[in-house]
């Protein structure tokens, strides 16, 4: 079932500026996240652990006992960084879990402006599975932006076909470079060093706010995250 949706030590300080309200911007200078404790992160509808995967000392989510079958996100959201305009960078590797059912995809994605315990954000996320399927209507589908509460991925596809997904190259478990670029009410989505984006969103759907950085896969999935930057 499609749903769209550890620690951090923080390299360089975080200094932040949020502005009073919520439509206006905060920025945080470049900042680099290490994922080797759990320190400075929330843990919604998760477990964490610090491993070694394919080569990177990685953040791996692990669903809560009895939550494996479920259809909820695993997020891991950043304490202490506020951001409205900036670039966000992560290694992110994802899988559909062993067991998985057929219709899982191994979602895995960033998410930005987060506000309320992760229940107001905007994300881009990716569908690995779909990146190299023998379908061109599941290749159409490998990368989606959404927009909680009120835009999940089904009711923009069926608004809007076509315009909040699109195609890239991806690999089912492999490391994945992803790019967010967010100025104002847009932003873009950059995958494996790829000078274009492979998903342009003019219009984000939870307007021109600021809040916290997250990551995030789905209980079905096994998901990775390493690399972490932000600017």
Known sequence: MDRGICGFVISLALALIAGGASSQKANVPAGTFRLDSLDGLELVNAKAEVVNYRGHRALHLIPLPGHEAGDEMMMAILKDVDLGDGTIEAEVAGAPRAGAAPDQRGFIG??????????????????????????????????????????????????????????????????????????????????????????????????????????????????????????
């Open 110 to 231: 960033i998410l930005f402006r987060v506000q309320e315990h992760g229940s107001r954000a905007d994300d881009f996320y990716l569908r690995p599975t779909n990146g190299r399927s023998d379908d061109q209507l599941r290749r159409n589908h490998s990368v989606q932006y959404e927009s909680a509460p009120d835009f999940p991925w089904h009711r923009l596809r069926k608004e809007n076909p076509g315009v909040y997904e699109s195609y890239a190259d991806l690999e089912a478990g492999a490391w994945t470079k992803m790019k967010i670029v967010v100025s104002g009410t847009r932003a873009r989505l950059y995958v494996n060093d790829a000078a274009q984006p492979c998903l342009i969103v003019n219009e984000l759907k939870n307007g021109e706010t600021h809040g916290q950085i997250g990551i995030w896969a789905h209980v079905s999935t096994e998901g990775y995250f390493s690399n972490l930057t932000v600017k």
